[in-house]
């Protein structure tokens, strides 16, 4: 009996311990923000203005959006968004003098904005102290549910770096001759760039008269990246040339918010529509978008 009693006493000690010991709660996954990097292959065919407006249509489906201006020397998102030029910039938060909070400025129409670093030479030059301190600020935009990267035009390092970190590359030209010449030049630079590219690389057609503009656009730089590069390049859509546009410039406000049914609006909206059903690369967020922006993914 004595036995018994001592075994029963063991069960029920085991039985309290286990009652008291805390049930392990499941982590939650980190939010995966998606980054859209906007590039083109030359100035003037509208591309700050495309990533002002995609901004826009995504904060219209309830997401929460930052545009970053990523361009290192003429930084002109808050023009577009008739803002002042703010005092504090990406330069001030990668020489540490300011929090990437403290310069997230928000704006009246749903979305918040991150001033570009102007006058500096190449993300990836910074020293290893600035870098893990950038990375650091960096995570802070994570809880953005879409962060849009407007880079400058042109085929410089820093555009090429973003390009590499993003989950999806959305280049933008338009029908004349030099434009299309310099897009397809970028997507070539990017082809042999990367042994392998594993982004959603699109193109978007700016300033059409017709859908069989566009197509025809799209169609001959989709074929000759394929056949000539082995390079996916997947036509997201286009853009009409519409007179909203330009009195959204004259105006420094969106055109979307402007006039919302414009043919250009419309168009922004389904470009935005088509990119929500395609599926953000399985390795994608902050964490890899570090790794990919210092180029520990680059061949060279």
């Given at each position: ?95 540490k003098q300011k929090t990437m909070r403290e310069i997230l400025e928000k704006t009246d129409y749903g979305i918040s904005i ?187």
């Amino acid at each position: 009996m004595e036995d018994q009693a001592e075994k029963l006493r063991q069960i029920m000690r085991q039985k309290n311990s286990s009652q008291e010991r805390p049930v392990p709660v499941k982590p939650k996954e980190a939010k995966k923000a998606r980054i859209i990097t906007v590039a083109s292959g030359k100035g003037g065919v509208g591309k700050t203005n495309v990533s002002v407006n995609m901004a826009l249509a995504y904060a219209r489906l309830g997401k929460k959006v930052v545009v970053m201006d990523a361009d290192l020397g003429l930084a002109n998102v808050n023009v577009i968004l008739g803002i002042m030029p703010p005092t504090y910039s990406l330069y001030h938060v990668m020489r540490k003098q300011k929090t990437m909070r403290e310069i997230l400025e928000k704006t009246d129409y749903g979305i918040s904005i991150v001033a570009g670093a102007s006058g500096f030479s190449r993300i990836a030059n910074l020293t290893e102290d600035e870098r893990q301190n950038f990375v650091n600020e960096l995570d802070s935009l994570s809880e953005a549910d879409i962060i849009i990267v407007d880079t400058s035009a042109g085929v410089s390092s820093n555009v090429l770096d973003f390009i590499e970190a993003a989950d999806d590359a959305v280049i933008i030209t338009t029908p004349e001759p030099t434009a299309i010449t310099d897009a397809y030049g970028l997507i070539k630079i990017i082809a042999t760039e990367y042994d392998s590219l594993n982004i959603g690389l699109k193109l978007v057609v700016n300033r059409v008269k017709t859908v069989a503009e566009a197509k025809k656009v799209a169609d001959r730089m989709t074929n000759i990246a394929g056949q000539f590069l082995n390079l996916k390049v997947d036509y997201l859509g286009f853009i009409y040339d519409d007179a909203v546009v330009s009195q959204g410039v004259l105006r420094q406000k969106p055109f979307m918010v402007i006039d919302p049914k414009s043919k250009a609006s419309l168009c922004v909206q389904h470009i935005v529509d088509r990119m929500e059903k395609t599926e953000v690369r399985e390795d994608g967020g902050f964490p890899a978008m570090f790794r990919r922006l210092f180029g520990l993914g680059r061949t060279s």
